[in-house]
């Protein structure tokens, strides 16, 4: 499947997991997602942001937002989320924002969530998964993880920055401007580069 490719229509899974500072930010850039004229979007949360009200909002806002944005009723189930694999429902599938919890369980093959879940069950089918970097440890604790996932087959990453290297110097976020060029990319089996902003 390439973005040339207009037998069908692209079938995108567009999974949020907590990074809750980011969710305005992603949202903007999920309406630029939808607007693409072949492109289906297929909304998941995790449970963490499918129920989780914080000063950035209420849970509620954002899946209604998400659902509004989407014209799909929002996947938040392991149930939900496994016949992404055997039905073959995704061409591409992204995880935005990527925290470095979920980047932990990807990188050691731990499905608990219905994200996790979509992406061992999309991966199954050797199909692009585009990770939208969000952590403070992503130069610490997280690095193995970031690390080992790079090295991983059909894996590919939103370019990437420290988002306040004085104060948080292990923060690290992804550059979700960037998160549409990086998307068709992956759908051509491309990483986009630079990988690291300066």
């Known amino acids: 499947m390439t973005v040339s490719d207009s037998s069908h229509k692209v079938r ?10 980011t969710f305005s930010t992603v949202m903007e850039q999920l309406k630029q997602l939808a607007a693409q004229p072949d492109w289906e979007i297929t909304p998941i949360m995790s449970p963490n942001a499918y129920s989780t009200d914080t000063r ?6 954002f899946r209604e937002q998400m659902t509004q944005i989407c014209s799909h009723d ?17 061409d591409l599938l992204i995880v935005a924002p990527c925290t470095g919890n979920t980047l932990g ?11 996790t879940l979509a992406v061992k069950a999309h991966l199954r089918n050797a199909r692009p998964v585009l990770l939208a970097v969000s952590t403070n440890d992503a130069l610490a604790n997280s690095a193995q ?40 990319a992956a759908l051509n089996a491309k990483q986009l580069q630079p990988v690291l902003l300066g």
Do not use: W, Y
């Open 12 to 21: 995108v899974g567009f999974a949020m997991t907590g990074s809750f500072c």
């Open 56 to 61: 950035f909002g209420s849970a509620e806002h």
């Open 74 to 90: 929002i996947l938040h189930t392991i149930a939900q989320t496994e016949p992404i694999g055997p039905k073959k429902l995704l």
């Open 105 to 115: 369980k990807l990188a050691n093959g731990i499905t608990d969530t219905c994200v």
């Open 145 to 184: 993880n970031i690390g080992s996932l790079f090295n991983s087959k059909h894996i590919f990453f939103v370019p990437m920055r420290q988002d306040n290297a004085q104060d948080k110097p292990t923060s690290i976020v992804a550059d979700f401007s960037q998160l549409l060029p990086a998307a068709k």
